[in-house]
């Protein structure tokens, strides 16, 4: 069988499957597409190189986890660069969490956090988390869902942003507080 025919029937068998993961991975219907899209143009460009050590759908998925990580990588070098990040709502809402001693300033959700365990079940609750997601800058969020979509380590990811380990535990501090607040200002607020 001709490469082009293989290429055919890998796009037919493995295109739905590789879109939903690009789309669990990105949230982003078109950015999953174009995923998808370069993945198989790898695939097919790179095809000499498949020695069929392994199956054809764990090649390209590992073609496309690496598009994933690209995908981020350039998101979070590209955007903001020149943007005072003081000016971004998630660092102006950070600092109203705590009163002058440093303490968690109560503001009655405390109790509602413990009562709803099962929030990503929920798919109202993930737009509301997906609109939270969208206001972090850019390189916020782009080491949030490194971490917990991509399941990356800090150290890669501090190699991927450039930035210093104690810089990310800052980001991911901050990036969590803010999230709460959101959610909380827009799911809680609403219930």
């Known amino acids: 069988m001709d490469q082009r025919k293989i290429f055919e029937n890998w796009v037919n068998e493995y295109e739905n499957e590789l879109y939903s993961w690009a789309f669990y991975k990105t949230s ?21 190189s498949f020695k069929g050590n392994s199956s054809p759908k764990t090649w390209l998925f590992k073609i496309l986890n690496n598009k994933i990580i690209d995908y981020y990588r350039k998101s979070a070098h590209s955007i903001f660069k020149n943007k005072d990040p003081s000016q971004n709502l998630a660092f102006q809402t950070t600092n109203s969490l705590f009163d002058n001693n440093g303490n968690w300033e109560l503001n009655g959700y405390e109790n509602l956090w413990d009562e709803n365990e099962h929030l990503l079940d ?3 609750f993930n737009k509301v988390m997906d609109t939270c997601m ?13 971490k917990y979509r991509l399941e990356k380590g800090y150290k890669e990811i501090c190699q991927e942003l450039k930035v ?7 980001i991911i501090h901050r990036a969590k507080l803010f999230l709460k607040k959101c959610i909380e ?4 607020d609403k219930m």
């Open 28 to 48: 982003e219907r078109e950015v999953s597409e174009d995923l998808v899209q370069d993945t198989f143009l790898s695939a097919y460009r790179s095809y000499n």
């Open 185 to 188: 200002k827009y799911w809680f």
């Open 122 to 124: 929920n798919e109202a």
């Open 164 to 170: 210093s380990s104690s810089n990310y535990w800052q």
């Open 134 to 146: 969208d206001d972090l800058p850019i390189n916020w969020k782009t080491a949030v869902l490194m």
